[in-house]
């Protein structure tokens, strides 16, 4: 194979999509079980079927190192799979950084984004397990609409809970939604016992993820002809996601190159466990050392100030309970336009490879990684995504330090989706009315304070 020194996109072939999912759970110390919320005992696979498909509750109690992706899976991913790597090599030149910068490019997936490389498979195994529709909560909408997409694929129906303060930034991702068939409904809304109660207490709930979750799951369980999907924190969607890191390893192979740095977006996590784990599973197997650096909202600091505990994924507590980084179940997060980092908690591999050192957190504020989003645009011809900013933002001050100290490092980040969809943010950036939305401490003790006191069994 011939290589060109000046090449700036690095592609695989069809044949080259994985063929299995990587068990991030498999890749680190033995993870904490998730606990009944009553009995505080272990759950199996059986409880976990009230909420997941039975491959499903299977992928994510499994120990095993990979999971098969089914033929009918792999034939859908090949609409957009493998996606491409790029050398930013107009971003270096802009930074004047004699650092390389690589970036992921799952902007060209269906929808926009990365979302549909787990929202697939979940379509998939929820329609094996005789779901006739899938019920979903979203934050910026870019899970609505891969799930939505999704469930088209396999003529099931589909109703979205949108976080309501993205619902009302963001109209043109509920449109896309009910562009593919689905229900897209603001949440809190007045459809949900969960809904009302919190619409009682506080008649302008800008919403959350924990909020609408608490809805879908509430009508989810009362419909068992319904599945729900998850969008993030679980083990099985951080495996789902893996198909990322797999290609990066190879197309990084054929740059001739290997990154020094790893970096994504973190919010519930699978996009940045899909990107990062691979490699450290290289690492552990003897390959190059790497940092690995989780970027997240300084407006929803969920690694940087949070607690390692068990808490609910949703605000009303009708999900089991989980071991990992969380802000407390009832925080709620300023509006910041990156809806889809907006979560008071993180997927457990992810707080589980931080706590063991494996990974670092970075809490950035919203100005600075729009200013990052413009250079990136001005130089790479892509707008990001508000999410992928962060993963951008943290990917430049790196290239910086390496500018300050001389140092060549290679860093690859993320782009984990476009912000087509998002432009009135941007134009709020351009005209100077986009605000750092501040995070007191009182809000961050408010939501520590949610966070119950769990005792084993």
Known sequence: MSFDKNKTKFLLEERDIPHVWQNPAADLPSMAPILDSTTRRALGRQELTSSMAPELAEQELSVERDFEIPEAVREIYRQWRPTPLHRARRLEQALGTPARIYFKNESVAPTGSFKPNTSVPQAYYNHLAGKRGLIVETGAGQWGCAVAYAAALFDMSVQVFMVRVSYQQKPYRRSLMETYGATCIPSPSDTTRAGRSILADRPDHPGSLGVAKSEALELAMADKTLGYARGSGLNYVCAHQSVIGQEAIRQMDIAQEYPDIVIGCAGGGSNLAGLAFPFLRAQQLGGPKVRLIAAEPSACPTLTRGRIA????????????????????????????????????????????????????????????????????????IVPAPESTHALRAAINEALRCKAEGRAQTILFGLSGHGNFDLAAYEQYLSGRLQDDSLDDAAVAHGLASIPAVELA
Not at 326 to 340: D, K, N, Q, S, Y
Not at 363 to 381: I, S
């Open 310 to 381: 068990y808490d609910y994924a949703d605000a009303m507590r009708l999900t089991p309970l989980f071991r990992m980084h969380t802000l407390g179940h009832r925080f709620i997060p300023p509006a910041v336009h990156a809806g889809g980092l907006r979560a008071h908690n993180i997927a457990p591999v992810i707080s589980r490879a931080v706590e063991e050192g494996f990974m670092e957190a970075v809490a950035l504020r919203q100005v600075d990684c729009f200013e990052a989003g413009v250079l990136f645009a001005r130089t790479e011809g």
